[in-house]
């Protein structure tokens, strides 16, 4: 039998030359992987993406959307997504927040107990009658059936503030040359804070669509107003500031403070007179603390 020759030559060791080679090509492939990193952290390089598009704060010439459709989120053919209005104050938009169905379950639920608007009695807490406001409204309690819950919940879910935070919701009509008059949605007394605090955000939604004015405007937001797609179909009115025009369905969260939680004066705002028309829409209030119904 013939054995088989085993040889004593070794595996051959790589050179020194390979070596060194080799060593400086991953050195030089780690550093540039971290000047990489550090150029993207100072923004100085950029990957391009899906979110190349967004607008810069206060740049009101490329309105940001961002568009996420899930099943069940269709109204009339259409998805839900949000858009970016404005971040001083920081305001968005929900295009198809609420369905027709829901809109007009508000509207005929409010209808028999609407009565003149009032406003809040900075002294007393109390509501009080006003040129300021010349819609007529009426409160829904929190939590008053099925429908009403669905939607506080939904509203919970998209600002991330729990439903026991915010206050009942109000529907409001307005009709030919009805206004409410820029205000603040936040409280600048002590009095009205005591039940559940600070008003720090307000869900607006849009019932029905208007055919002429009743925009909500925001006149010290920050931006070029004149830039927005729907600056040709605004009223004079709306065209004084940064405005939204209604739209069934539609639902406008902004914000009454500061991310650092002071007040934010640019959130002043106000709903123009409708022109043409009718104008329901709901509000909803939120509190920083348990708002005690």
Known sequence: MVKARQSRIGPRKPSSRAASSWTLTLTLLVTCSFLILILLALRIFSIPNDHSGLSKPNDLNNIARNTH?????????????????SWEPRAFLYHHFLTKEECEYLINTAKPNMHKSTVVDSETGKSKDSRVRTSSGTFLARGRDQVVR??????????????????????????VGQKYEPHFDYFMDAFNTKNGGQR????LMYLSDVEEGGETVFPDAKGNFSSVPWWNELSECGKKGLSIKPKMGDALLF?????????????LHGGCPVIKGNKWSCTKWMRVNEYKI
């Open 69 to 85: 459709i899930t099943e069940g989120d269709l109204h009339d053919g259409e998805g839900r997504w949000v858009e970016i209005v």
């Open 150 to 175: 669905n939607i506080e919940k939904r509203i919970a879910d998209f600002t991330f503030i729990p439903v026991e935070n915010g206050e009942g919701l109000q529907v409001l009509h307005y009709e």
């Open 200 to 203: 720090i955000a307000t869900m």
């Open 255 to 267: 914000w009454s403070v500061k991310p650092d939680a002071t007040l934010d004066p640019s959130s």
